[in-house]
DNA sequence: GACATTATACCGACCAGTCGGTATACATCT
DNA sequence: AGATGTATACCGACTGGTCGGTATAATGTC
């Protein structure tokens, strides 16, 4: 994907975004300097404020390029073929699972990262964070809702519910990969979420007694 | 509980760990000052450095009385009473449920919160954060261990990782409750996570085909 | 030449950490 | 008992450096 046609957008103002990405994802959004983004970027001071008016302007912005990237990038993902809004549901979880690769900033979440720090002191990022962790959730639950009408499957939970759940589980299984420096352990939490939504909507007939 | 009688502690170091439990679980560990903390606590600056060298390894104290407490708090909660080991664990989810109340800083976690920022860049404190969740999780792990003995479960999983997912659940329903102010979305996942530890143990045969 | 953008120099506030010093408790020696 | 030494606890002014943000000049670009 290039993120360059996404929108127009002016140079410094992409590239400080970029920037912010990698820098945010790795040290946390306070501990981040203006200075060090700039330096990143490649781009002067003077540039920074000219494209965002603080600092807490750019964590917006960023914010919203993270949900703009994310949304491509989910949306061109392979599962969506699947007929059965089940397959796309587990195809989902597996395309998660397979994506927890590389270093730990590289495959965590810009929103979950930033809304531990501030949903207290500021609630612009907050909201912004909010709006990207809940349309993403939104997609999903589509789908969910699509395969609880095909399986006849009603019991206790709304797919809104379980949508936000298995956003939940990621950004938990980030914590702990966080913790523990490795991927493995929130691969492992992934396949917990995965074997969860099996059972939800295993028609309780055919379940092997074995 | 009385905290000032788990371990004898000076005056001053205690009310500065109290001080960085709340003020870094609302704002973050970067976020926070020594100065505050010093007003908090109602304590003099110089005091701060007497007792911790930096503010890192006021860091890592607060991660290692987190734990204590935590610990104390969890050892005399109700739900050990019970025979069945699987009665246990879920009275743990249900224990876990039923103290998400208040604001969100007061139910959120303390190591969660800051194994996220410093993940990276203080491997002293990512280390005294997984070891808070890590042993939260192995007293957890045992009553899983023994559940799953107990009614013979065996598929698929292991006792430590069910129980690290567990934790990866609790810790992503907080990031979400803090994305949407509201402890109720926390309180849903919470709700997911028992009917998925409750599918697991459910015997085969005996499951309801209406 | 008008306008958006980028670059450089700079400022005031703030922050982690220092330093010199006081207070208290408790030994040990005389 | 009183004097002396010593370790811990606490205090608050100070400092060196960093950070977010500003002012202004220089560039492109139509």
Redesign the pocket.
């Known amino acids: 994907m290039d993120t360059a046609t996404l929108h127009p957008m ?4 992409r590239k400080l975004l970029e920037a912010a990405l990698s820098v945010i994802r790795s040290k946390g959004f306070e501990a ?4 060090e983004l700039c330096a990143v970027a490649g ?5 920074f ?3 965002f008016k ?3 302007a750019l964590g917006v912005a960023a914010a919203e390029y993270w949900s703009e990237l994310t949304g491509a990038f989910f949306a061109a993902a392979p599962y969506h073929r699947h007929d059965d809004p089940l397959d796309r549901v587990l195809g989902y979880i597996d395309f998660r699972k397979a994506i927890l690769t590389g270093k730990v900033p590289e495959f965590t979440c810009l929103v979950g990262t930033m809304v531990q720090e501030v949903y207290e002191t500021c609630p612009e990022i907050r909201a912004a964070c909010d709006a990207s962790i809940s349309a993403h959730a939104a997609k999903l639950e589509a789908d969910i809702a699509e395969a609880m009408e095909r399986h006849a499957v009603h019991a206790g939970f709304t797919a809104e519910g379980l949508a936000l759940h298995t956003q939940a589980v990621l950004q938990g299984a980030f914590i702990l990969a966080k913790a523990k420096g490795d991927a493995g352990v929130a691969a492992a939490s992934v396949d917990h979420l995965r074997r969860y939504i099996t059972l939800l909507f295993q028609p309780p007939k055919e379940r092997n007694p074995s």
């Open positions: 002016a140079a410094a103002r981040t300097t203006v200075d781009v002067a001071k003077g540039s404020f000219h494209h603080t600092k807490q």
